[in-house]
């Protein structure tokens, strides 16, 4: 009866293995995605970022030239008046530069919240399928003995002892 029973325990739990290893394979397939996912948007709102502050680094720049243009360096009038509007030009900038992080933080959290959180609910599948299939792979193995060991009561003693 061991050896029935090992036999059709064996053959559910390679049945079983089969099956993980196959779910762990599509997890991990849509766990790559979601993981080159989110690094491609995370480089694409990087560059954005870059790309206004550097339209904000070249407003600046042509704003404190058009500046410097009008002043008279010999008039000290104008030369203070010039570096009074340039403080107040870098201040401008700077907060303009804080708002538009902040922005980008907020585009950040909008967009790639959601893909963060897929990644870690395929994060848990996947760990969830490694120890589920461990354990079958336990089983297939105590199975597998099972049945080996029914095999060998089964067979006949020749020996006339009985």
Not at 42 to 63: D, G, H, P, T
Request: glycine content about 6%; proline content about 1%; cysteine-free.
């Amino acid at each position: 009866m061991g050896f029935l029973s090992g036999a059709y325990g064996k053959l559910m739990a390679g049945r079983l293995v089969r099956q993980l290893q196959w779910q762990l394979t599509s997890v991990q397939s849509r766990l790559n995605r979601v993981t080159k996912q989110v690094g491609d948007m995370e480089k694409s709102l990087q560059s954005q970022q870059r790309a206004a502050s550097m339209f904000n680094s070249n407003i600046f720049n042509q704003k404190r030239m058009e500046m410097m243009a009008g002043v008279n360096q010999s008039d000290a009038n104008s030369y203070t008046a010039f570096l009074m509007a340039t403080g107040n030009l870098q201040q401008n900038m700077a907060m303009q530069q804080q708002m538009m992080a902040e922005q980008f933080d907020i585009m950040r959290d909008a967009q790639l919240e959601p893909l963060k959180a897929i990644q870690e609910q395929l994060e848990t599948e996947k760990d969830n399928l490694e120890s589920r299939l461990e354990l079958a792979k336990g089983q297939y193995e105590a199975k597998k003995k099972e049945e080996q060991d029914g095999a060998k009561n089964m067979v006949p003693d020749y020996t006339g002892q009985g």
